[in-house]
């Protein structure tokens, strides 16, 4: 694993927003709008190592996954937007990766990592924002931001999470917003509109969620009409305990 350059842009305070798959799509699809709403430019990649083989007529090898790095300038700061492909299946491979984003936060002087988590919630119809923080101080921060830390212990699986602990370690801040999602493997426009409303508050961005909300609706209705066609025992849903 390596990082790739197309161009080394000249940053000012930029703060990063970094996001890979996960429950309910809710990190992708969030960071992927943000970078169409606000056309930044690609200027970096990281390629990783994929779990199975792509083929052509006949002829295989290595699938790779890209982890592409854009930035856009802002009228008082600018943005770096991190979006990966896929999440490393080993331990190593997450750490290494995790490591080459904090390396390009650190060369670009960024000073916070914003990232996504889904909160799974079945049967919270209006999703919430709450936030995980890697320094004690930031939670005065995020009150002034009217955004609710969470409460007791828990576990935020996968690079979403992880993340921000790297960065702890050499001194960047980072925040977690999680946000909750009705739907483990069905995607959810609804709470990525949600976590964009809260990153666009606080970066003090202006974005137009009305796609977000289109696609928020149109899931709502089928997924409406499949339910009045199934009984309640395959409608009941299991109570989930963990983040991702």
Same mark, same amino acid.
């Given at each position: =694993?390596?990082?790739?350059?197309?161009?080394?842009?000249?940053?000012?305070?930029?703060? =990063?927003? &970094?996001?890979?798959?996960? =429950?309910? =799509?809710?990190?992708?699809?969030?960071?992927?709008?943000?970078?169409?709403?606000?056309?930044?430019?690609?200027?970096?990649?990281?390629?990783?190592?994929?779990?199975?083989?792509?083929?052509?007529?006949?002829?295989?090898?290595?699938?790779?996954?890209?982890?592409?790095?854009?930035?856009?300038?802002?009228?008082?700061?600018?943005?770096? #937007?991190?979006?990966? &492909?896929?999440?490393?299946?080993?331990?190593?491979? #997450?750490?290494?990766?995790?490591?080459?984003?904090?390396?390009?936060?650190?060369?670009?002087?960024?000073?916070?990592?914003?990232?996504?988590? &889904?909160?799974?919630?079945?049967?919270?119809?209006?999703?919430?924002?709450?936030?995980?923080?890697?320094?004690?101080?930031?939670?005065?921060?995020?009150?002034?931001?009217?955004?609710?830390?969470?409460?007791?212990?828990?576990?935020?699986?996968?690079?979403?999470?992880?993340?921000?602990?790297? &960065?702890?370690?050499?001194?960047?801040?980072?925040?977690?917003?999680?946000?909750?999602?009705?739907?483990?493997?069905?995607?959810?426009?609804?709470?990525?509109?949600?976590?964009?409303?809260?990153?666009?508050?606080?970066?003090?961005?202006?974005?137009?969620?009305?796609?977000?909300?289109?696609?928020?609706?149109?899931?709502?209705?089928?997924?409406?009409?499949?339910?009045?066609?199934?009984?309640?025992?395959?409608?009941?849903?299991?109570?989930?305990?963990?983040?991702?």
């Amino acid at each position: =694993m390596e990082i790739h350059f197309n161009e080394k842009p000249q940053l000012r305070n930029p703060v =990063m927003v &970094a996001a890979w798959p996960g =429950m309910g =799509m809710l990190a992708k699809i969030s960071a992927d709008f943000l970078i169409q709403q606000l056309k930044a430019k690609q200027f970096a990649e990281i390629l990783s190592p994929g779990n199975d083989t792509y083929f052509k007529d006949g002829v295989g090898k290595l699938s790779l996954n890209k982890h592409c790095f854009y930035y856009w300038r802002g009228e008082k700061a600018d943005l770096i #937007i991190c979006s990966g &492909a896929n999440q490393p299946q080993s331990l190593e491979a #997450i750490h290494q990766l995790a490591n080459l984003v904090v390396d390009i936060a650190k060369e670009f002087n960024v000073k916070r990592i914003y990232t996504f988590a &889904a909160f799974p919630h079945p049967e919270e119809e209006n999703p919430r924002v709450f936030g995980v923080v890697n320094k004690p101080e930031l939670k005065k921060f995020l009150a002034e931001k009217s955004v609710t830390l969470v409460r007791g212990e828990g576990r935020i699986t996968g690079l979403n999470g992880l993340l921000i602990s790297i &960065a702890q370690q050499i001194g960047i801040e980072g925040i977690c917003f999680l946000c909750n999602i009705r739907y483990l493997d069905i995607p959810q426009p609804r709470s990525a509109q949600t976590v964009l409303r809260t990153l666009s508050k606080i970066l003090g961005i202006t974005l137009d969620l009305s796609d977000l909300e289109q696609q928020a609706l149109e899931i709502e209705e089928k997924i409406k009409k499949i339910k009045e066609h199934r009984t309640p025992k395959e409608v009941k849903t299991r109570e989930t305990r963990y983040i991702s």
